[in-house]
């Protein structure tokens, strides 16, 4: 009897990796983006203290985050004010919250308990390419 080989997954490509580390960069401005729009929707604005209880991290390095956004044209705010988002900003939010709704609900019609399908999608949701968001879609409107 012959064994059966095992194949060996195909070698991953520079464009490959230049694409994850990519995401990785836009990971952060996804995530504040949403967390600002979800605290201004909840209790009318957003604020460094109420990021800093988000995220659980010091004041220091939400305000360094927040100073990168306003950089890159994501936020506005000013010493002591709320944190506006631009409209850039707000589109940032409203696709990351897609993204993680589209595979939350995916993970979720796997039967995934949704503790874990939760915590999975915070990170599967910067990656997933729009055609796999589709695939994920049209695979959560089989099953309902």
Do not use: W
Not at 27 to 32: I, K, M, R, T, V
Not at 33 to 51: H, M, N, P, S
Not at 78 to 106: C, K, M, N, W
Not at 120 to 134: C, N, R, W, Y
């Amino acid at each position: 009897m012959t064994k059966a080989r095992k194949s060996k997954p195909p070698a991953s490509s520079a464009n490959e990796h230049s694409t994850v580390r990519g995401k990785h960069k836009t990971e952060a401005a996804e995530d504040y983006c949403e967390a600002i729009a979800d605290l201004i929707d909840e209790t009318g604005e957003a604020r460094v203290v109420g990021l800093t209880k988000r995220f659980g991290l010091s004041h220091v390095t939400v305000s360094r985050v927040v100073a990168r956004l306003q950089r890159e044209g994501l936020v506005r705010t000013a010493p002591y004010q709320p944190i506006e988002l631009t409209p850039r900003g707000r589109r940032t939010a409203e696709d990351s919250r897609a993204r993680h709704r589209a595979v939350l609900d995916f993970l979720l019609a796997l039967g995934i308990d949704e503790r874990t399908a939760r915590l999975d999608a915070e990170g599967i949701e910067h990656h997933v390419s729009p055609a796999t968001l589709k695939a994920f879609a049209r695979f959560v409107a089989r099953e309902r």
